[in-house]
């Protein structure tokens, strides 16, 4: 029986400094899935993921209790600008902290986003007034380029064929985030007032209510950081042109076979020449980006409508909820959204494929969100299992589109690119996000004013203008807006 080789019988030539070299090296070594390096990119999204929304729960009474606002109604508004604060500042620096991760490595790029986290979300728990929590919410998103850096650290840490896992892992520990987020600050909002057995009204969190929240998700902001420390570094550092290892082992195997050389080298120039297309003009990429954008935007508004309509009183339209109990239910739906993410959906996208996936959620979402108007008649135990199924039925929908276009994004550009290609998305969206929750909060305050109108009245009117955005979305789903690179 002819004996099999593990090792290659041309190796790599590796730098010996090179952090990236070392770990190309630890690749070579790897078999099966890496647990461990999954799970430290699950904690570190997750840190990051977590305060984008956790305020949505208690953001109305906060607002509520600067006094700020001078009608009930206008409390909308003035929450929308907090909400918003937190993606303006990311979209201005995205791109910047995309050249610092290029430059310096991902890992100081990660470890300086956590620290963010630990500090600025700290003190936004602890504001004092309507303009202290709008500068911490914008220091905290332009401060934290976290997310793009650790989309380019989950391709590079992974043998190629993981690289897409590692990249569903990221998508998915960031929706988790964004729902386990406003559980956490339904359910610890108000302590004082919630467990007055534990906390005190003259302790720190009866002087400021919606310091709990912040600040367990600071602490464990800070165990990542820590935990972070003992990150490898990905990017590889020579000081030939930063050229990796792969470029080394290219060279060395074409000096092995000289009367080829030319035809190689000629055809591979052709290839990377093709490949260093602007982003700009690579339209697969483009559009992806573009229906992403529009889908964020309806998310991060539905997000913060969600908590805001839950809240407001009965005579408004709203279920009169308080912040634990909006907790109850996002705390319900981030669980089946795990489920649902780490069962069905590859399931569905290996049969569908990404487009069709998010085409299909985007459709279903559109009578589901008008219903949510009706759902303000029930009461007792059959709202709750009402609004328990919607929201678990809304948050599958969104994350099945998001994840989808997300693969759609990385399958548009070859590896070398996908760092800056995440960037461009990033910037985009957020900038997209910055105005879902200012849009939403002037929806929200604006159609409680119109209670009596004839045409979608009150909350009816704020589901139906998100229906019309999520509409524009699926209709760019289909060509020839929405393009498909060939593989």
């Given at each position: 029986?002819?004996?099999?080789?593990?090792?290659?019988?041309?190796?790599?030539?590796?730098?010996?400094?090179?952090?990236?070299?070392?770990?190309?090296?630890m690749k070579e070594l790897q078999r099966?899935?890496?647990?461990?390096?999954?799970?430290?990119?699950?904690?570190?999204?997750?840190?990051?993921?977590?305060?984008?929304?956790?305020?949505?729960?208690?953001?109305?009474?906060?607002?509520?209790?600067?006094?700020?606002?001078?009608?009930?109604?206008?409390?909308?508004?003035?929450?929308?600008?907090?909400?918003?604060?937190?993606?303006?500042?990311?979209?201005?620096?995205?791109?910047?902290?995309?050249?610092?991760?290029?430059?310096?490595g991902r890992k100081p790029v990660i470890i300086m986003g956590t620290i963010t986290?630990?500090?600025?979300?700290?003190?936004?728990?602890?504001?004092?007034?309507?303009?202290m929590a709008v500068i911490t919410r914008f220091l905290l998103g332009s401060l934290n380029?976290?997310?793009?850096?650790?989309?380019?650290?989950?391709?590079?840490?992974?043998?190629?064929?993981?690289?897409?896992?590692?990249?569903?892992?990221?998508?998915?520990?960031?929706?988790?985030?964004?729902?386990?987020?406003?559980?956490?600050?339904?359910?610890?909002?108000?302590?004082?007032?919630?467990?007055?057995?534990?906390?005190?009204?003259?302790?720190?969190?009866?002087?400021?209510?919606?310091?709990?929240?912040?600040?367990?998700?600071?602490?464990?902001?800070?165990?990542?950081?820590?935990f972070t420390c003992w990150l490898p570094e990905t990017l590889h550092k020579h000081n030939d042109n930063n050229r990796s290892c792969d470029d080394s082992y290219d060279a060395l195997e074409a000096a092995s076979h000289e009367s080829s050389t030319k035809e190689i080298k000629e055809e591979n120039e052709g290839k990377e020449s093709a490949s260093k297309q602007s982003l700009l003009t690579n339209w697969p990429l483009m559009s992806s980006i573009i229906v992403y954008c529009v889908f964020s935007l309806h998310d991060?508004?539905?997000?913060?409508?969600?908590?805001?309509?839950?809240?407001?009183?009965?005579?408004?339209?709203?279920?009169?909820?308080?912040?634990?109990?909006?907790?109850?239910?996002?705390?319900?739906?981030?669980?089946?959204?795990?489920?649902?993410?780490?069962?069905?959906?590859?399931?569905?996208?290996?049969?569908l494929g990404p487009v069709m996936v998010s085409r299909i959620a985007g459709v279903l979402t559109i009578p589901l969100l008008q219903s949510y108007s009706c759902i303000a008649i029930f009461s007792g135990f059959t709202l709750s299992l009402v609004i328990n199924c919607a929201s678990i039925m809304k948050n599958v929908l969104s994350i099945s589109m998001v994840t989808g276009l997300f693969i759609l994004q990385n399958q548009a550009v070859d590896q070398h690119q996908r760092g800056a290609a995440n960037g461009l998305a990033m910037t985009a969206m957020s900038l997209f996000k910055a105005a879902g929750p200012a849009g939403g909060g002037a929806l929200f305050s604006w159609a409680e004013k119109r209670q009596d109108a004839s045409f979608f009245p009150g909350t009816q009117m704020v589901f139906f203008i998100l229906n019309m955005v999520e509409a524009l979305g699926v209709l760019m789903t289909f060509k020839p807006f929405l393009a498909q690179r060939r593989q």
């Amino acid at each position: 029986m002819a004996q099999q080789y593990t090792e290659p019988l041309l190796k790599k030539k590796y730098h010996e400094n090179c952090p990236g070299c070392k770990v190309d090296q630890m690749k070579e070594l790897q078999r099966g899935i890496p647990i461990r390096q999954l799970v430290s990119i699950w904690i570190v999204v997750l840190s990051t993921a977590l305060p984008i929304s956790s305020l949505f729960p208690f953001l109305y009474f906060m607002i509520r209790d600067f006094h700020i606002a001078k009608r009930e109604e206008d409390i909308g508004s003035y929450a929308g600008y907090v909400g918003s604060a937190f993606m303006l500042g990311r979209a201005l620096t995205s791109v910047l902290w995309g050249m610092v991760a290029d430059h310096y490595g991902r890992k100081p790029v990660i470890i300086m986003g956590t620290i963010t986290v630990v500090i600025f979300n700290t003190l936004f728990g602890l504001s004092v007034n309507f303009w202290m929590a709008v500068i911490t919410r914008f220091l905290l998103g332009s401060l934290n380029g976290l997310l793009g850096a650790v989309k380019a650290y989950a391709v590079e840490i992974f043998r190629e064929e993981h690289q897409a896992l590692g990249l569903s892992t990221v998508s998915t520990a960031w929706g988790i985030g964004l729902v386990i987020g406003p559980a956490l600050g339904g359910f610890l909002a108000q302590p004082a007032e919630k467990y007055p057995n534990i906390f005190s009204k003259d302790s720190i969190f009866g002087r400021f209510p919606y310091f709990l929240p912040c600040l367990a998700i600071s602490l464990f902001a800070l165990g990542v950081t820590i935990f972070t420390c003992w990150l490898p570094e990905t990017l590889h550092k020579h000081n030939d042109n930063n050229r990796s290892c792969d470029d080394s082992y290219d060279a060395l195997e074409a000096a092995s076979h000289e009367s080829s050389t030319k035809e190689i080298k000629e055809e591979n120039e052709g290839k990377e020449s093709a490949s260093k297309q602007s982003l700009l003009t690579n339209w697969p990429l483009m559009s992806s980006i573009i229906v992403y954008c529009v889908f964020s935007l309806h998310d991060m508004a539905y997000t913060e409508i969600f908590s805001l309509w839950a809240v407001s009183p009965r005579k408004y339209g709203g279920l009169s909820y308080s912040t634990e109990d909006v907790g109850e239910v996002l705390s319900i739906s981030g669980f089946s959204l795990l489920v649902f993410q780490l069962s069905l959906y590859p399931f569905v996208e290996r049969i569908l494929g990404p487009v069709m996936v998010s085409r299909i959620a985007g459709v279903l979402t559109i009578p589901l969100l008008q219903s949510y108007s009706c759902i303000a008649i029930f009461s007792g135990f059959t709202l709750s299992l009402v609004i328990n199924c919607a929201s678990i039925m809304k948050n599958v929908l969104s994350i099945s589109m998001v994840t989808g276009l997300f693969i759609l994004q990385n399958q548009a550009v070859d590896q070398h690119q996908r760092g800056a290609a995440n960037g461009l998305a990033m910037t985009a969206m957020s900038l997209f996000k910055a105005a879902g929750p200012a849009g939403g909060g002037a929806l929200f305050s604006w159609a409680e004013k119109r209670q009596d109108a004839s045409f979608f009245p009150g909350t009816q009117m704020v589901f139906f203008i998100l229906n019309m955005v999520e509409a524009l979305g699926v209709l760019m789903t289909f060509k020839p807006f929405l393009a498909q690179r060939r593989q």
